[in-house]
Protein backbone atom coordinates (compact mmCIF):
# COMPACT_ATOMS: atom_id res chain seq x y z
CA UNK A 1 0.00 0.00 0.00
CA UNK A 2 1.11 3.38 -1.03
CA UNK A 3 1.95 6.11 1.87
CA UNK A 4 -0.94 7.86 0.24
CA UNK A 5 -2.69 5.80 0.23
CA UNK A 6 -2.83 5.31 4.05
CA UNK A 7 -3.50 8.20 4.84
CA UNK A 8 -7.31 8.45 3.52
CA UNK A 9 -8.02 4.80 5.17
CA UNK A 10 -9.35 4.73 8.78
CA UNK A 11 -7.02 2.29 10.48
CA UNK A 12 -8.79 0.57 13.20
CA UNK A 13 -8.69 2.75 16.53
CA UNK A 14 -6.35 0.99 19.28
CA UNK A 15 -8.55 -0.71 21.33
CA UNK A 16 -9.13 0.99 24.87
CA UNK A 17 -7.66 -1.55 26.88
CA UNK A 18 -3.75 -1.28 25.45
CA UNK A 19 -3.73 2.37 24.89
CA UNK A 20 -1.54 2.92 27.25
CA UNK A 21 0.83 0.76 25.86
CA UNK A 22 0.86 0.50 22.66
CA UNK A 23 1.20 3.24 20.07
CA UNK A 24 1.34 3.64 16.32
CA UNK A 25 2.71 5.81 13.86
CA UNK A 26 1.48 5.65 10.53
CA UNK A 27 3.32 7.40 8.35
CA UNK A 28 6.34 5.44 8.55
CA UNK A 29 3.83 2.22 9.87
CA UNK A 30 5.26 1.82 13.25
CA UNK A 31 3.71 0.10 16.10
CA UNK A 32 5.16 1.39 19.56
CA UNK A 33 5.58 0.10 23.01
CA UNK A 34 4.50 2.93 25.04
CA UNK A 35 5.51 1.94 28.12
CA UNK A 36 8.62 4.28 30.13
CA UNK A 37 11.00 1.68 30.02
CA UNK A 38 10.37 1.01 26.03
CA UNK A 39 9.34 3.56 23.90
CA UNK A 40 10.52 2.10 21.19
CA UNK A 41 9.20 -0.02 17.90
CA UNK A 42 8.01 -3.79 18.36
CA UNK A 43 7.64 -5.98 15.02
CA UNK A 44 3.72 -6.69 15.01
CA UNK A 45 4.50 -10.32 15.00
CA UNK A 46 6.38 -10.29 18.27
CA UNK A 47 3.74 -7.54 20.26
CA UNK A 48 2.68 -10.50 22.21
CA UNK A 49 5.48 -12.28 23.30
CA UNK A 50 6.89 -8.74 24.03
CA UNK A 51 3.89 -7.82 26.46
CA UNK A 52 4.28 -10.87 28.20
CA UNK A 53 7.81 -11.49 28.94
CA UNK A 54 8.78 -7.78 29.62
CA UNK A 55 5.58 -6.23 30.77
CA UNK A 56 3.98 -9.20 32.52
CA UNK A 57 0.47 -8.23 30.91
CA UNK A 58 -2.44 -10.43 31.65
CA UNK A 59 -3.62 -12.69 28.19
CA UNK A 60 -6.61 -10.62 27.95
CA UNK A 61 -4.69 -7.21 26.98
CA UNK A 62 -2.03 -9.58 25.01
CA UNK A 63 -4.72 -11.09 22.94
CA UNK A 64 -6.10 -7.20 22.41
CA UNK A 65 -2.81 -6.22 21.41
CA UNK A 66 -2.32 -9.46 18.66
CA UNK A 67 -5.69 -8.83 17.28
CA UNK A 68 -4.95 -4.74 16.58
CA UNK A 69 -1.73 -5.96 14.88
CA UNK A 70 -3.36 -8.46 12.75
CA UNK A 71 -6.23 -5.62 11.82
CA UNK A 72 -2.92 -3.06 11.00
CA UNK A 73 -0.63 -6.17 8.50
CA UNK A 74 -4.05 -6.28 6.91
CA UNK A 75 -4.57 -2.76 6.44
CA UNK A 76 -1.15 -2.32 5.11
CA UNK A 77 1.79 -4.89 4.78
CA UNK A 78 4.32 -2.46 5.67
CA UNK A 79 3.23 -3.40 9.03
CA UNK A 80 5.05 -6.67 8.55
CA UNK A 81 8.77 -5.19 8.95
CA UNK A 82 11.30 -5.86 11.65
CA UNK A 83 14.18 -3.96 12.69
CA UNK A 84 16.32 -4.94 9.44
CA UNK A 85 13.88 -3.63 6.93
CA UNK A 86 11.83 -0.73 9.07
CA UNK A 87 11.81 2.32 7.16
CA UNK A 88 13.64 5.02 8.64
CA UNK A 89 12.66 8.51 8.30
CA UNK A 90 15.82 10.50 6.14
CA UNK A 91 18.15 12.74 8.25
CA UNK A 92 16.93 16.37 9.83
CA UNK A 93 13.46 15.92 10.12
CA UNK A 94 11.89 17.11 13.33
CA UNK A 95 11.80 13.81 15.84
CA UNK A 96 9.20 11.19 15.83
CA UNK A 97 6.69 11.55 18.47
CA UNK A 98 7.50 8.58 21.66
CA UNK A 99 11.25 7.21 20.45
CA UNK A 100 13.71 9.24 22.68
CA UNK A 101 16.23 11.21 21.04
CA UNK A 102 19.75 10.62 21.78
CA UNK A 103 23.71 11.96 21.73
CA UNK A 104 25.57 9.90 18.57
CA UNK A 105 28.07 10.85 16.48
CA UNK A 106 27.94 10.86 13.12
CA UNK A 107 30.72 9.88 10.11
CA UNK A 108 30.85 13.03 7.20
CA UNK A 109 32.89 10.77 5.00
CA UNK A 110 29.61 8.37 5.12
CA UNK A 111 26.42 7.61 6.37
CA UNK A 112 27.63 6.02 9.60
CA UNK A 113 25.70 7.04 12.59
CA UNK A 114 26.26 5.65 16.38
CA UNK A 115 25.77 6.67 19.70
CA UNK A 116 29.84 5.47 21.07
CA UNK A 117 32.48 7.44 20.22
CA UNK A 118 35.09 5.01 20.63
CA UNK A 119 32.97 3.24 17.75
CA UNK A 120 32.85 6.35 15.58
CA UNK A 121 36.36 6.75 15.87
CA UNK A 122 37.34 3.07 15.23
CA UNK A 123 34.67 3.27 11.56
CA UNK A 124 36.72 6.59 10.81
CA UNK A 125 39.93 5.16 11.30
CA UNK A 126 39.53 1.98 9.47
CA UNK A 127 36.87 2.59 6.63
CA UNK A 128 37.98 6.04 5.92
CA UNK A 129 42.23 5.62 6.91
CA UNK A 130 42.40 8.82 8.72
CA UNK A 131 44.50 9.45 12.05
CA UNK A 132 43.17 10.57 15.02
CA UNK A 133 44.63 13.93 15.29
CA UNK A 134 42.24 14.54 12.65
CA UNK A 135 39.29 12.85 13.55
CA UNK A 136 37.63 15.81 14.71
CA UNK A 137 36.86 17.08 11.33
CA UNK A 138 35.47 14.48 10.25
CA UNK A 139 32.86 13.15 12.39
CA UNK A 140 30.63 15.63 14.82
CA UNK A 141 28.14 15.31 17.31
CA UNK A 142 24.23 15.07 16.28
CA UNK A 143 21.08 14.10 18.09
CA UNK A 144 19.49 10.50 16.29
CA UNK A 145 16.89 8.65 16.85
CA UNK A 146 15.93 4.52 16.17
CA UNK A 147 12.89 2.59 16.03
CA UNK A 148 14.47 -0.20 18.08
CA UNK A 149 16.34 -0.35 21.32
CA UNK A 150 19.85 -1.69 21.96
CA UNK A 151 21.24 -3.90 19.92
CA UNK A 152 18.59 -3.67 17.01
CA UNK A 153 19.18 0.14 16.56
CA UNK A 154 19.44 1.30 13.30
CA UNK A 155 19.79 5.20 13.76
CA UNK A 156 18.59 8.63 11.95
CA UNK A 157 19.44 12.33 12.70
CA UNK A 158 16.97 14.47 13.80
CA UNK A 159 17.08 17.95 14.21
CA UNK A 160 14.97 19.40 17.57
CA UNK A 161 14.67 22.81 16.03
CA UNK A 162 10.71 23.63 16.47
CA UNK A 163 10.11 22.07 12.54
CA UNK A 164 13.08 20.00 11.32
CA UNK A 165 14.45 20.82 7.82
CA UNK A 166 12.13 24.45 7.43
CA UNK A 167 13.43 25.91 10.66
CA UNK A 168 17.13 25.58 10.31
CA UNK A 169 16.93 26.12 6.62
CA UNK A 170 15.57 29.36 7.68
CA UNK A 171 18.45 29.70 10.62
CA UNK A 172 20.90 29.66 7.51
CA UNK A 173 19.35 31.85 5.45
CA UNK A 174 19.19 34.73 8.46
CA UNK A 175 22.92 33.86 9.65
CA UNK A 176 23.56 34.21 5.85
CA UNK A 177 22.06 37.52 5.74
CA UNK A 178 24.20 38.65 8.51
CA UNK A 179 26.93 37.97 6.27
CA UNK A 180 28.52 34.74 7.91
CA UNK A 181 28.94 32.55 4.74
CA UNK A 182 31.05 30.00 6.30
CA UNK A 183 27.27 28.76 7.79
CA UNK A 184 25.32 28.82 4.58
CA UNK A 185 27.77 25.99 3.45
CA UNK A 186 26.33 23.48 4.97
CA UNK A 187 23.48 23.29 2.18
CA UNK A 188 26.36 23.11 -0.23
CA UNK A 189 27.05 19.19 -0.55
CA UNK A 190 30.44 19.97 -1.23
CA UNK A 191 32.99 17.57 -0.39
CA UNK A 192 34.69 20.55 1.64
CA UNK A 193 31.22 21.39 3.04
CA UNK A 194 31.23 18.11 4.66
CA UNK A 195 34.17 18.40 6.36
CA UNK A 196 32.96 21.66 8.47
CA UNK A 197 31.90 19.54 11.15
CA UNK A 198 28.15 21.13 11.68
CA UNK A 199 25.13 18.74 12.27
CA UNK A 200 23.61 20.46 9.99
CA UNK A 201 25.66 18.56 6.69
CA UNK A 202 23.65 15.56 7.60
CA UNK A 203 21.01 16.37 6.05
CA UNK A 204 21.35 14.60 2.97
CA UNK A 205 18.28 13.29 2.42
ZN1 LIG B 1 7.59 -2.56 26.01
ZN1 LIG C 1 32.33 6.89 7.35
Not at 51 to 62: M, N, S, T, V, Y
Not at 93 to 122: H, M
Not at 161 to 181: F, M, P, Q
Request: hydrophobic content about 35%.
Amino acid sequence: MAMADMGGVRVTQIPPSVVHLIAVNLEYAVLLCTKPQCRHAQAVRGIEEHLRRFHHEKPAIRKEAVEFGRALVKWGERFLYDYTVVELPVNGLAPQPIVPVVDGFSCYSCCFLTISRAVVRKHVNKEHLRQDKENNRIFGQVRLQSWYGPKRERYWVVDEGTDGIGNSAKRALEDAAKGSNDVAKPHMKSKKASSAGRPKLLRRG
